[in-house]
Each structure stands twice: as structure tokens, then as C-alpha cells.
């Protein structure tokens, strides 16, 4: 401490003063919470928040917020502004028909929250416990709830109890006002008796009410049926509207479908009969020119047949009688052949045609159009194919007769004696179709000489045959060519004459 510098001890001093000071203004400076309020007494209390009373005593009120407390000259006290339920509760009170009732209710009290309440509830609270101040309001509040409850019916306390209760609380609020207090609610619980006269007052009530409700239920199931049947019928005419729609819509479409289906089943037909109709005229050309071809070739096939025959007739001029039978022969059966090839060529041409005319007929019969054309050109086929039958037969004929009128008689011998084979096997093909046979002998032997015998017979008989179905008599034919051919053998003699 000896070598401590005296300089410091000023400072130092300083620092301490100002820190006790600052700890006696912390200790001395009080804060206040909302649900309080700090009442200081004493002197030097200022003017703001100050209640003075009659007699001219001060008390300073401080809510929210603080205060410093001077040391010696002021005292603080803290008073709870907390509210307070208070269950209020009356004996049996008489009414003003006499009738005792029994009322619960709850209030809810607290001190005001002005600086008069708060300075009044101070002077009569402060330092007693908060018992004393509900036991005092509770008794406020029960002697006013009798007070009234006297003077009103059971029927109006019954009721309306809110303004019974708003009644309690309107008088009550003035001497509670006195205390410092105020009436946060009041609100009645209950009213009863004990001889069952609120009871009986009910009934009529409740039978009213339920009779109300029973009529009110009935009017409701009334109305709720209406109205389910009005709703029934609304959603049969909407389902019944909507089927209606829904034909129309359906008809509609199906009419559209049709005429769509219409348009194009009228349209694929003139297609079709368009197409039918130029086939069946591609065919007419077609056929026409093959017609044309035909001709040319028959044509040509004729002036060739021309040519051979006057080639065939120089040749019999140049060659031996003997081959003349040849060259008539040859001649017949060529004209033969070719006129069965024709009418075959002709069938042929004619069952096509038909085919072909009835197939597009048969796919095509709802086209009157092309079934006309088609007929036209199975007409003018058939008409073609018989005037070419009926040329190819003249031809035939024509050629036949050529050869008739060249070589005379004795070519119709000769195809009559050619075609008596013929004819005997026709006669003889019933006896070769004959699988068994038995021959019944008469004992003469002449049994098995039979068969071949009657196909003899048959044979002797075919020229009397011939000439009851032809008129042509072989045997005068025959007689013919052998008495011409006997003069004609006569002069050979004198050929050697005229050589000499």
C-alpha cells in the first residue's frame, strides 16, 4: 500500500459511489406484469397516475410498466387484478306468485381496471386475503339475485333468463362498483323447485313443442314425398326425354347411314353397270374381232379348199380313175372334219358367251342396263355363231354337192357303201354290250348260227331300210352305174384302131 500512487484513490472513490448508487436504484426500481398493479404511498409521489380521495390522501397506481421507489420516503404494494369465478347460489326464494324456486348461477368478478377502481379496491383489499374479497362479492351478488328473483314470475325467470340475468347484473354492478369491482359475466345455470310446479309449467310446452315437431316430421314426410314424387316424375319425363332424344338421335343416324349407304350402294351399281357395260363391250369387240378373224381365216380357208379343188380336179384330169374315189373321199372327210370342228368351234363360242352373259347377268341382275347389254351380246353371239354354223353347214353342203354334182352317182354309192360298216356296227353294238349269253339249241345245230345270222339279216335289210328313210333305192343305183359302165367297156377294142 506504501508504494500505491495517491493520484488514484480519487477515481477509485468515484467508481465505488457510482456503482453502490447504481445498486441501491436497482434494488429500489420496481417493474409491474400485466395482470397487477403496484400501489406506492408515501411522499413525492408526482401527479400522474395519482388518486387522492376526499380527505386528501394520495396513493400513486402503476400498471404496466415501473417505478423507482424512493428509499425512506415511499413504500410499494402489489394488488392482483386476476378475475374471480363465483358460483352464486340461492335457498328457496319466493316469487311473486308465491312460489319458491331454487336459481344456481356463476359470475365472474375482477377489480377494475381504472385508477379509481383500482385506488377504491386498494383501500378495501390491500393485506386481506383474496377469500375475503370473493366471500364479500359472492354475497353482493346472492342477496341481489334474491332481491330480484322476488319480484319476477316463475314463467318470466323460466323463461328468459338472460333478462333475469342481465337484471342481477345491472344492480349488482353499482355496489360492486363501491368495492372496486366489476362484473366480468353472469349467466343463471339453472332455475328449479322442489314441488314441480316449472315441471308441470313444461309439459304443455313440451307437448306443444312435440306436437309441433310431430306435425313439422309429418308435413316434412309429406313435403318429402311430394317432392320425391315430383323428382320421380321429373327424372321419368328427363329419362323418357332422353330416350326420346336418343330414337331420334338414332334414327337420324341410321337415315344417314342408310342414305350414305344409299349413295354409295348407287354409286358402286353405276360402277359396277359402268364397268359391266364396257366389259361387256370390250367382249362385243373382242368377240367381233375374232369374228373378223375368223371370217379371214375361213376366207382364206375357203380359197385355199378352192384352190385344193381345182388343184384335185387338174389332178383327176391328170391321174387314173382309180384315184378319184381317193380324192372324193379325202374331199368328204375333210369337209366332214371341218364341219364338225366348226360347230364345235361354235359350241365352244356359244357356251362361253352364254356363260359369260349369265355370270355377269346373275352378279348384276339389280342392272337393268347392263343385263340389257348383256343379252344383246349374248343375241348377237348366238346370231353370229348360227350364221357362222349355218356357213360352215352351206359351206359343207355347198362342197358336198360340189363333190355330188363332179363325181355323180357313184360318189353316193361309195358313201352309202362306206358308211354300211358303220351302220352294221351300230346294229351289232346292242349284241356287244351283252355280257352273258346263252343259246338254247333245238337239236338242229342252228342255235349259236342264229346270233351271227341275225346280224346278217339286219344287214340285208338296210337297204330297204336306207330307202324307206332316205327314198335313195341302192339296188337301182347300182343297176344304173352297171349298165352305164357296160357301153363304156364295149369300144375299147377300137382304141388300137385309131392308133393304127
Known amino acids: ?72 420516503f415511499q413504500q410499494a404494494q402489489f394488488l392482483s387484478l386476476l378475475s374471480h369465478k363465483l358460483d352464486v347460489t340461492t335457498p328457496e326464494v319466493y316469487t311473486e306468485q308465491g312460489v319458491p324456486v331454487m336459481t344456481d348461477a356463476v359470475a365472474i368478478i375482477k377489480i377494475g381496471g381504472s385508477v379509481e377502481d383500482v385506488a377504491t379496491a386498494a383501500e378495501q383489499f390491500m393485506g386481506k386475503p383474496t377469500e375475503s374479497l370473493k366471500g364479500e362479492a359472492q354475497e353482493v351478488l346472492e342477496g341481489h339475485l334474491r332481491a330480484i328473483l322476488g319480484t319476477m314470475t316463475v314463467e318470466e325467470v323460466y323463461r328468459n333468463r ?4 342481465q337484471e342481477v347484473q ?38 306443444a313443442v312435440k306436437r309441433d315437431a310431430d306435425i313439422a316430421e309429418a308435413q316434412a314426410i ?15 319425363k328427363a329419362e323418357l326425354l332422353r330416350d326420346t332424344n336418343i ?109 359369260e352373259a349369265q355370270a355377269n347377268a346373275e352378279q348384276k341382275r339389280l342392272n337393268g342396263l347392263a343385263e340389257a347389254e348383256a343379252q344383246r351380246a349374248k343375241g348377237s353371239a348366238e346370231a353370229e ?41 351300230k346294229v351289232a353294238e346292242p349284241i356287244a354290250s351283252i355280257d352273258k349269253l346263252t343259246v338254247v339249241d333245238t337239236g338242229h345245230g342252228e342255235g349259236a348260227a342264229r346270233v351271227s345270222n341275225y346280224v346278217t339279216s339286219l344287214m340285208a335289210t ?16 347300182v343297176q344304173g352305174l352297171t349298165n352305164r359302165a357296160l357301153p363304156a367297156s364295149g369300144p375299147k377294142p377300137a382304141a388300137p384302131s385309131a392308133e393304127e
Open 170 to 207: 345491472g344492480v349488482a354492478a353499482r355496489d360492486l362498483k363501491k368495492m372496486g369491482l366489476q362484473i366480468v359475466s353472469f349467466t343463471i345455470k339453472d332455475v328449479r323447485d322442489k314441488h314441480g310446479y316449472l315441471e308441470a309449467l313444461g309439459k304443455p310446452r313440451i307437448a
Open 385 to 425: 355363231v348360227i350364221r357362222l354354223r349355218g356357213l360352215a353347214e352351206a359351206e359343207a353342203k355347198e362342197k358336198l354337192a360340189q363333190a355330188f354334182e363332179k363325181f355323180g352317182e357313184a360318189a353316193v354309192l361309195d358313201i352309202i357303201v362306206k358308211m354300211l360298216p358303220e351302220l352294221a356296227g
Open 1 to 72: 500500500m506504501e508504494n500505491f500512487p495517491d493520484y488514484l484513490y480519487i477515481p477509485i472513490l468515484v467508481v465505488a459511489v457510482l456503482v453502490v448508487l447504481g445498486l441501491a436504484f436497482w434494488a429500489r426500481y420496481k417493474t409491474v406484469s400485466p395482470d397487477e398493479a403496484m400501489i406506492v404511498t408515501g411522499s413525492f409521489l408526482g401527479t400522474k397516475n395519482v388518486a387522492v380521495d376526499e380527505s386528501g390522501r394520495r396513493i400513486k397506481i402503476v400498471r404496466g410498466g415501473g417505478a423507482f421507489i424512493l428509499p425512506i
Open 222 to 236: 309429406r313435403d318429402s314425398r311430394i317432392q320425391k314424387a315430383l323428382a320421380e316424375e321429373e327424372g321419368q
Open 462 to 477: 338296210a337297204p330297204e331300210m336306207l330307202k324307206n328313210v332316205s327314198g335313195i333305192d341302192i339296188d337301182k343305183l
Open 162 to 165: 338472460d333478462k333475469f340475468a
Open 247 to 355: 330414337a331420334e338421335a338414332t334414327k337420324e343416324k341410321e337415315l344417314k347411314v342408310a342414305s350414305f349407304k344409299k349413295e354409295q350402294d348407287q354409286a358402286k351399281a353405276e360402277a359396277d353397270q359402268a364397268y359391266a357395260i364396257q366389259e361387256a363391250r370390250s367382249k362385243q369387240s373382242v368377240v367381233e374381232e375374232q369374228m373378223k378373224v375368223e371370217l379371214v381365216r375361213k376366207e382364206r380357208e375357203i380359197d385355199l379348199e378352192a384352190k385344193e379343188i381345182l388343184r384335185r380336179e387338174k389332178q383327176y384330169d391328170a391321174e387314173v380313175k382309180k384315184k378319184a374315189d381317193a380324192d372324193r373321199y379325202a374331199v368328204e372327210q375333210a369337209a366332214e372334219a371341218d364341219k364338225a370342228r366348226r360347230i364345235r368351234e361354235a359350241d365352244a363360242m356359244k357356251y362361253k358367251i352364254e356363260a
